[in-house]
């Protein structure tokens, strides 16, 4: 019998063995590359913190390269998020990176956190978007994680707004696949009198509330997590939210995927205080204004560099610039970094024809 099994391939207890081995293997070179980092940080000055070390640029370059490894079978987002959480335990060995979201704990703006910088930094959730800025602007965070857009919903015009009187710069980007699920502590769907959620997430799921709960009123509220408080509190009320809101206010999930569009994801932007040389796979921000928004062809004329350069644009917004009635400015972003020869001479030109000119930031394009 041990004969037959030994020919049809290695027995239970073999691979068990061999599974051990790997372990062992897995572990001895993860504190190899912990090693490594602690000599990176040494190399570059004890004493400085972890922003004296940590390169998105290069956590980029890193990451891009684990997707051109992988040849399964485990998925490259599962490949890149065990790659993330050993890039961040390796970094936070001495003191983590502080970064600042909008809060509570269980919001969408944390599961993009971990994404991006994985679960060994120190998360500081606040209330509102604009105490994120002033957070990273005074420097009692590192970093800031901001949404930006959605891709139902549109932008989030109160993250625009933040970057006409703040000097902080884009460091990076998000993308996180959106799940709205129903939760509460209820019955049944004709036992909610309310459905609590943030602006964005209410937008989301417009067409499943006009069929299912006609009746409910729905009160937007700062964020999802706030609406999970006070489903959890609140007899008759429901709330949108994802599954760590639901884990971590204890709510039952009524019903789940109730998302209008099966591809709904939210893009957030890491906010710093400095720009970053280019990692290869670019992306940069700028914010404009023409001498007069009345002038016809006016931002024909100020874009033409952009064409002229072949640089592609690939998102353009507006927004009331605070200067003056029907003044506006616009936010565009495009291809490639601000150090790259055609984007660089592009913007030069733009300087030049522009009456309000800003990088806002040059940072690597998401990964998955």
């Not at 190399?43 to 956590?59: C, L, V």
């Amino acid at each position: 019998m041990s004969r037959q099994r030994q020919a049809d391939g290695p027995t239970l207890a073999e691979l068990r063995q061999r599974i051990d081995e790997i372990d062992a293997q897995i572990q001895e070179l993860i504190n190899a590359r912990a090693r490594c980092a602690q000599q990176v940080a040494l190399a570059k000055g004890e004493g400085r913190g972890p922003m004296a070390y940590f390169r998105p640029e290069r956590e980029a370059q890193v990451l891009r390269q684990v997707v051109e490894r992988n040849t399964g079978p485990l998925s490259d987002e599962e490949m890149l998020r065990l790659f993330r959480e050993i890039m961040s335990a390796c970094l936070a060995q001495e003191e983590p990176l502080k970064v600042a979201y909008l809060g509570p704990e269980g919001t969408f703006s944390q599961a993009a956190v971990h994404k991006h910088f994985g679960h060994s930094v120190r998360g500081l959730p606040l209330a509102t978007i604009d105490e994120v800025f002033h957070e990273v602007e005074s420097g009692a965070a590192d970093f800031g994680v901001v949404p930006i857009e959605n891709s139902t919903a549109g932008s989030v015009n109160h993250t625009l707004d933040n970057f006409l009187s703040s000097p902080l710069k884009i460091c990076g980007e998000v993308e996180l696949r959106i799940r709205q699920h129903l939760l509460g502590n209820v019955d049944g769907l004709d036992k909610i009198l309310r459905v609590c959620a943030h602006p964005q997430s209410l937008a989301q799921c417009r067409a499943w509330l006009k069929e299912y709960l006609p009746d409910a009123e729905l009160e937007a509220v700062s964020s999802n997590a706030e609406g999970a408080r006070r489903a959890r509190d609140e007899a008759g009320t429901a709330a949108i939210a994802g599954d760590a809101a639901a884990e971590v206010y204890g709510l039952d999930k009524l019903v789940a995927d109730i998302e209008d569009r099966p591809d709904n994801t939210t893009r957030f932007l890491v906010i710093g205080r400095e720009l970053f040389p280019p990692s290869g796979d670019d992306k940069t921000t700028l914010l404009l204004s023409t001498a007069d928004t009345d002038d016809a062809g006016a931002l024909q004329r100020l874009l033409e560099p952009l064409a002229e350069n072949r640089v592609n644009m690939t998102r353009i917004e507006s927004r009331p610039s605070r200067r003056r009635k029907w003044h506006y400015v616009f936010f565009i972003d495009v291809d490639g970094h601000a150090e790259d020869p055609a984007v660089a001479q592009a913007l030069a030109q733009l300087e030049q024809r522009a009456q309000l000119f800003r990088v806002l930031g040059a940072y690597p394009k998401a990964i998955l």
